[in-house]
């Protein structure tokens, strides 16, 4: 799975560098931007198949764009996701009692799409979802993890600007297809210049 994701990354960006050469060879005239923005948030999940735990947890993103002043921009985007944790203390089983925490956290890895509209800005990605399930009893601690697709779906609002920065609230769709679950965040978020030319 490794060599698959390592794969993609290279497309990515071998895409990537070759849409940013045949734009700066095609308009000259235009500003051409990097822009960075990061984001934190409250998380809430929709699954399916109601499964134990809490749904709810922090979030957080980091997203690069690239921005050559047309409505459609193109970037990456990393997240951190807290999906599930189950907490329970003097928990009776045939080998005696036990203390009990289990997680379910993502890091998605997406190609995101952009479109701006004055204010207002719609994204959509796709990419995988690095999974990670941790789980501690009798002092011991066993770790799983595992790949699934991943979409997202998010709308934008800036609501303050700052010469080329941007103070944002957004609300984000992930879909982890394999889980059958959808967590929406509510997110604020910074985008600021990283790069013109």
Do not use: C
């Amino acid at each position: 799975m490794n060599i698959i994701l390592n794969r993609m990354l290279h497309v990515i960006i071998f895409v990537l560098l070759n849409t940013l050469h045949l734009y700066s060879n095609e308009n000259k005239d235009n500003d051409f931007r990097i822009n960075s923005e990061l984001g934190i948030g409250y998380s809430t999940g929709i699954e399916l198949h109601k499964q134990e735990g809490n749904l709810k947890g922090l979030t957080s993103y980091l997203r690069v764009m690239w921005k050559p002043q047309h409505r459609l921009n193109l970037g990456l985007e990393i997240d951190y996701l807290k999906i599930r944790e189950i907490d329970k203390k003097n928990v009776n089983t045939e080998f005696g009692k036990t203390d009990f925490n289990s997680t379910l956290s993502a890091i998605p890895i997406l190609l995101v799409f952009n479109m701006e509209f004055n204010n207002l800005q719609i994204y959509t990605g796709v990419g995988v979802s690095y999974m990670m399930s941790e789980l501690t009893a009798y002092n011991q601690k066993i770790i799983n993890t595992n790949i699934n697709y991943n979409l997202m779906i998010s709308g934008k609002y800036i609501i303050k600007k700052f010469n080329e920065n941007n103070l944002s609230l957004e609300v984000k769709s992930n879909i982890i297809t394999k889980l059958d679950l959808m967590l929406i965040n509510f997110n604020i978020n910074y985008e600021f210049n990283l790069y013109k030319w």
